[in-house]
């Protein structure tokens, strides 16, 4: 069964940092263009940022690029979100999914077949 399991939310004061990871069981992630989105409450899930299969390619929301770096250990069948300097608006589910290497420079949603069940990121003082 394919299986996709986030870890590492949790409540960080502004100007904090967390390291949320996304554990792949059932398959191998190798294969597969990765990706991190976000679904703040009343608002549309988002793309955060997303990685090729190899890790050579990525791409970033403008919202979060200097601050967010997406990696991803094919050894570990893991990928990371590295957040750091967080922002209250930075507050929502962020949901790890992966998709064809095909589809890796959309970053959209619907580009994406397979999710995990999200873990929550609450960023207050």
């Known amino acids: 069964q394919l299986q996709l399991v986030e870890s590492g939310g949790g409540l960080v004061q502004p100007g904090g940092s967390l390291r949320l990871s996304c554990a792949a069981s059932g398959f191998t992630l190798d294969y597969y263009a990765m990706g991190w989105f976000r679904q703040a409450p009343g608002k549309e899930r988002e793309g955060v940022s997303c990685?090729?299969?190899?890790?050579?390619?990525?791409n970033y929301a403008d919202s979060v690029k200097g601050r967010f770096t997406i990696s991803r250990d094919n050894a570990k069948n893991t990928v990371y979100l590295q957040m750091n300097s967080l922002k209250p608006e930075d507050t929502a589910i962020y949901y790890c999914a992966a998709t064809s290497p095909l589809l890796f420079r959309l970053c959209l949603p619907n580009s994406y077949a397979y999710w995990g069940q999200g873990t929550q990121v609450t960023v207050s003082s």
């Open positions: 990685i090729s299969s190899g890790g050579g390619s990525t």
